[in-house]
């Protein structure tokens, strides 16, 4: 098969592209769809193998370390197909030209090469193709289009094969990188997917009027009554917030996880409570965590059954003592005779599911200030990446498929 | 059409015009995904304008149902029919009610079906499309006749990322993800809708924009046509380019909630009016 290991690269580089779509990408080439042209090959293989706007940051990168180590011949480990390059090459317009010449000649710093094109733009008076100092085109000057040159400016016209490069290497796909922490919208979409399964959740209780008729007219006219699961989302949501102190650094990021806690209207109820380091017999109403609006964590407890699942976010930092020893929380008037990780406890075992969501980066948790504790809470129920990607994972977790 | 750049009325960037080039080609469903406001439901009127081909558009709904779009057997009519006689309630195929799918199959000639915001519906919506995009064709079982496209439609789908999409669902499909257009491009589309603005309100009322648009904790971030109805009022309101300089009239139009509107009064920057 034509230049097959571009699809196992892909592959093997975590981008899921399935045989079907590799076929498809063969038709279009046959079709000449990508005409012969690397910008255009670039549109066509990510159109047709990357389906999904988180995916296309990866892609540029892969698409560019791919090609960059087959047309630039210092580096050879990774060589272009010859059928592709025969395929991507453009057959005219190219004057036959020393590379080692044009390479040393032309490998200038960008600003260099920005000053020289200035100095030459005044100079220059007419038009100039196929000349190796001049603006033109066809060429191995620096400056131009369509020629040979490994840096340079391009100036207008159609992207030949190395200035794709440009185009890729610009265009930032990062923030929709899965594993970015930000936006609302984001977590609000991750959020939604809480939602999806619960349709199937619950017995068949309602009538089904539309299958009742089908079912009674196919029964020859005699009734014949159809039940259905009521389409209400049966998920119940408790969201802990911790406040304070440690977590101040991450204050933005968790005021996202909030509005978009607080704007997704599917959940059959929402109760939102604050603690600080660690949940004790009093849970908060608001981030300052001020005795007045307090409720006892007993009475919370009492109304929360299985249906509801617990999500916590907090950086899990603290000195140990404060989850092995009673009280903690910080107006002082807290007396509180159960230790913090008999409280956690007490919480995840009424709820019907449980995680925690940490704001600390998952490389960081082995190694900084709460490493005991961040290992100590995360063997008591899963913990994950306050991130987009983290807090998917955690829905699934919680729906119990993983 | 040989190639697809837009119509006067619609600016599409390279990377998308090659991408519908490379659907139609391909004769693949292109699905269109991007933010609020990125002119993903126009790009379907654009493309049945360029080629000169009715648009069909199938809005769906959280209620949608795949066989929806298929066709209905309106069991309900018969039985009244059957009670009241008033027609011969023996041919069913007189009970069957194609859908936007079904329609856009029956077509004499070749239509452009929109199939708009797709995660609205139920998450198996799109899989049970699957057979029936890939072969363009159903079968009514009511009446066994087997439905095939005469003329294989070009299917545009649109997704708002409410819900991810099933993954045989995206294979199948050409993807296209439209990026918020930026200052350059924005220029050429806002003269598109608003005729001739003046320059410098214009450059004035951009840089407003992009600046209201990278503001962190605003919710609901102003989109293109609230820049076009905008930049419209302060046209109609006769407002000079200089009064853009430290202030927001009609910001109405460009702060949908009330809290991003106290959120921008209270940083300051802007006198809102």
Known sequence: MVFSDYFYYLRENGLSVSMEEWL?????????????????????????LVKKESDYDSYNQLFYQYFEGALTENSVDKKLPEKLMKYLEKP???????????????????EKLEQMFLERMKEQNDMHNGGKKWLGTGGTSPYGNTGYSRRGIRIGGHEGNQNAYRVITESAYRDFREDATIGIRQFEVALRRLRQYSGKIGEETELDVDATIDATCQNGGSLKIKYRRPRKNAVKLLVLFDSGGSMSPYASLCSGLFQAVNAANHFQSLKIYYFHNCPYNRLYQTPECIFQKSEDTDRVLANLDKSYKALFVGDASMAAWELRYFSGGRDG???????????????????????WLNPIAEEHWGSGRGAVTIERISSELPMYHLSVQGLTKAVRRLLGNQ | MENFSGTSEYIASEGLSRTVDIALALKKPLLIKGEPGTGKTMLADAVSKAMGKKLIIWNIKSTTKAQDGLYIYDTVQRLYDSQFGENDVKDIGRYIKYGKLGESFLSSERVVLLIDEIDKADIEFPNDLLWELDKMEFFVNETKTQIRAKHRPVVIITSNAEKELPDAFLRRCIFYYIDFPDKKMMEEIVRVHCGNVDEFLLHQALDTFYHLREVKDIQKKPATSELIDWIRALQIGGIRPKELDDAIPYSGLLLKKEEDFRFIQKKGNYGLF
């Not at chain 1, 008037?333 to 995680?355: E, F, N, Q």
């Open chain 1, 24 to 48: 498809l990408l063969m038709e279009a080439l046959k079709k000449d769809l990508a005409r012969s042209n690397l910008l255009e090959f670039y549109y066509l293989s990510r159109a047709v």
């Open chain 1, 333 to 355: 008037k807290v007396t509180d005779t159960v230790s913090g990780l008999k409280w956690l406890h007490k919480i995840i075992v009424r709820c019907g599911g449980a995680v």
């Open chain 1, 92 to 110: 005219i317009e190219q004057l036959a030209y020393d590379k080692d010449e044009v390479d040393e000649r032309t490998d200038l710093e960008y």
